[in-house]
Structure formats: C-alpha cells, structure tokens
C-alpha cells in the first residue's frame, strides 16, 4: 500500500479544499498501483482521509507535520496541492522499498536547491522523523534561519529544513530527475509567468508531473489546455 500525502493549511489564502479533490482524481487517473490518498488539513474534509494538522506553522512549514512519528506508514508520496499530474506516475510510487529520500529539481538556474514539491520517503523510517521532533522544539528559530532574503534560494524555507537536516546524518536528497527522464517533470510556472512548456503543453508529450513554482496557479489559468484537460 502506498500512501499518497497532500497539506492543505491557511484555507481561502491561496487553495481551497477544490486543490484537493483535483488532486486526488488525478492521483486515481494516474496512479495504478493500491494507495491510499491522505490530505493533513486544519479542517475535515469530506470523501478525504483528512490528518489533523496540530499546530498552526504557517504555510509551507505545515509539511512539517507529515513527518510526524506513526502519522502515516509505509512509503509515501508527497505532492503539493499544486502539481498537475498528467501522466503515469505509478514507477515513482513504487520506485524506491530502500531507505532513501527523494525530492525534485527546482529552477535550472538553482541546481542546488532541492524542491519539495515532490517527495517520497519510508515513513516507517524513524531517521525521518527526526525531521518533525528537531523543528518542534524550536520552530520559530528555523523560519527565521530558513526565512527567503531574495538572496540564496537555497536557503527557503521547509525544502531548505528537510535538506539541511538530512545533511546533518550524511544523507543527501535523491533528485527525481537522476533517477526518471527528465521530460517527465515539468515546470508549470516560474518568476511570476507561465513557463513555455505550459504554454505549449499537448496530449502525449510524454510529461508527467507540472509544478508551479510561485504564480500563477491552476485556478488562475482554467483555459490554458494543460490546465483545462488535466485539473479536474
């Protein structure tokens, strides 16, 4: 059984539970293999196994919370809310059964930075849960250390958290993109604007996964084809 983890937090502030359902379909579209499809939210949300998130860490720190020691078990998933899924996406699911931790390229512009859009990990690994109970005892003191200053990019924020303490046992993150062609992962939009690939999206480009780096999101785009035909 593989679980499938999503984190709706600041409900009305940039996602709405609508995020989830699409997200979920697409997850039944595209994922063929036994899975279970898990959202960690503030609030119930019907026909979703809803994880109660318990603190209130602000916007992306709320994935903090997944790790969490017994919150899930087994391999896990992890998409942002905003990933358009388009493709297959079963051979990442069940790709890794070894201790390892996968997380994606961000901008080319930022090869050192390690996005967490999209993750997996072995939740039933405690050296993951580490990831919760250091942050728990001093969160405010990681969003200041992590906090973006428009400088180092590889400094921001919960991607930047998860990777440093990884680095502190000698672990790395496992970049998707070593491991799967690279046409799977595709940028829906960075620096503020659509990216051309977006733009240029068709049936059977072989693409996979779409993640937003920053504005615009789906809900902003309903027309565009990519969106249209693959968020719903």
Same mark, same amino acid.
């Given at each position: 059984?593989?679980? %499938?983890?999503? =984190?709706?937090?600041?409900?009305?502030?940039?996602?709405?539970?609508?995020?989830?359902?699409?997200?979920?379909?697409?997850?039944?579209?595209?994922?063929?293999?036994?899975?279970?499809?898990?959202?960690?939210?503030? =609030?119930?949300?019907?026909?979703?196994?809803?994880?109660?998130?318990?603190?209130?860490?602000?916007?992306?720190?709320?994935?903090?919370?997944?790790?969490?020691?017994?919150?899930?078990?087994?391999?896990?998933?992890?998409?942002?809310?905003? %990933?358009?899924?388009?493709?297959? =996406?079963?051979?990442?699911?069940?790709?890794?059964?070894?201790?390892?931790?996968?997380?994606?390229?961000? %901008?080319?512009?930022?090869?050192? %930075?390690? #996005?967490?859009?999209?993750?997996?990990?072995?939740?039933?690994?405690?050296?993951?849960?580490?990831?919760?109970?250091?942050?728990?005892?001093?969160?405010?003191?990681?969003?200041?250390?992590?906090?973006?200053?428009?400088?180092?990019?590889?400094?921001?924020?919960?991607?930047?958290?998860?990777?440093?303490?990884?680095?502190?046992?000698?672990?790395?993150?496992?970049?998707?993109?070593?491991?799967?062609?690279?046409?799977?992962?595709?940028?829906?939009?960075?620096?503020?604007?659509?990216?051309?690939?977006?733009?240029?999206?068709?049936? #059977?480009?072989?693409?996979?996964?779409?993640?937003?780096?920053?504005?615009?999101?789906?809900?902003?785009?309903?027309?565009?084809?990519?969106?249209?035909?693959?968020? =719903?």
């Amino acid at each position: 059984m593989i679980n %499938v983890a999503c =984190v709706l937090s600041n409900v009305g502030d940039l996602y709405g539970v609508d995020y989830v359902y699409k997200l979920k379909r697409a997850f039944e579209r595209h994922l063929h293999t036994e899975h279970r499809f898990y959202c960690f939210a503030h =609030v119930k949300i019907p026909d979703v196994d809803t994880i109660e998130l318990r603190h209130d860490w602000p916007g992306l720190w709320a994935k903090i919370e997944m790790f969490r020691p017994h919150a899930l078990s087994g391999p896990t998933l992890y998409c942002d809310l905003d %990933v358009i899924i388009t493709g297959d =996406v079963t051979e990442l699911a069940k790709y890794k059964t070894k201790p390892g931790f996968f997380m994606i390229d961000d %901008v080319p512009e930022y090869p050192q %930075v390690h #996005n967490s859009s999209l993750m997996w990990w072995d939740s039933d690994n405690p050296a993951w849960w580490g990831i919760y109970e250091e942050f728990a005892r001093r969160p405010r003191h990681f969003m200041e250390k992590h906090s973006w200053d428009g400088a180092k990019p590889e400094n921001y924020a919960d991607q930047s958290y998860i990777a440093e303490y990884l680095g502190f046992f000698g672990k790395k993150p496992i970049h998707w993109q070593q491991c799967f062609p690279k046409e799977w992962f595709k940028i829906f939009s960075a620096h503020g604007r659509l990216t051309d690939d977006a733009h240029k999206w068709e049936p #059977n480009d072989g693409s996979r996964l779409w993640y937003a780096l920053g504005q615009p999101k789906a809900h902003q785009q309903t027309s565009l084809p990519l969106v249209e035909r693959n968020w =719903v």
